[in-house]
């Protein structure tokens, strides 16, 4: 005995199954409340880049300033402590408000010293900073 339903067999679905699109929006909710946070620590740097810059810097004007694995600070070979490079750094960008720092770290520095020493560049106010980077050895 066949048994017959209210339904056609040949019938189209005319409801929109919503549970794989509240399963997608949950996904990419979960996804950005993850990543929001790790964008607002951010730190402005001035990235070199291989185009020709539009001004130039003076190599003689250029402050490098070097730090070693022990955490010693040099500002052009004259060791300093963080509160003397401050206070030269101020003075360095009262001379001149365009002046360049070049930063040389250690390899084996630890990374919040190296973060410390870029807001204390970043407190005297000196805007054009990079890091000296060697390429790396096969």
């Known amino acids: 005995m066949r048994r017959y339903s209210d339904k056609q067999a040949l019938s189209t ?3 929109i199954n919503v549970t794989p699109l509240l399963d997608l929006a949950f996904v990419l909710l979960i996804i950005f409340m ?4 790790l964008l607002e620590n951010s730190m402005d740097l001035v990235v070199p880049s291989s185009a020709a810059a539009s001004k130039e810097v003076d ?7 070097s730090i070693d ?5 040099k500002l ?3 060791e300093m402590t963080d509160d003397e490079l401050a206070q030269r750094l101020a003075a360095i960008r009262r001379e001149d408000p365009q002046a360049a720092i070049v930063v040389r770290p250690d390899r084996e520095l630890p990374v919040q010293k190296f973060v410390t020493l870029m807001d204390i560049i970043q407190k005297a106010g000196i805007m054009k900073v990079g890091v000296m980077t060697r390429p ?3």
Request: charged share 30%; no cysteine; aromatic share 0%.
């Open 13 to 15: 679905l005319s409801e």
């Open 34 to 37: 993850i990543t929001t946070p």
């Open 59 to 65: 190599p003689s004007k250029v402050k490098i300033v």
């Open 69 to 73: 694995r022990n955490q010693v600070i």
């Open 76 to 78: 052009n070979d004259v």
């Open 136 to 138: 790396e050895e096969d």
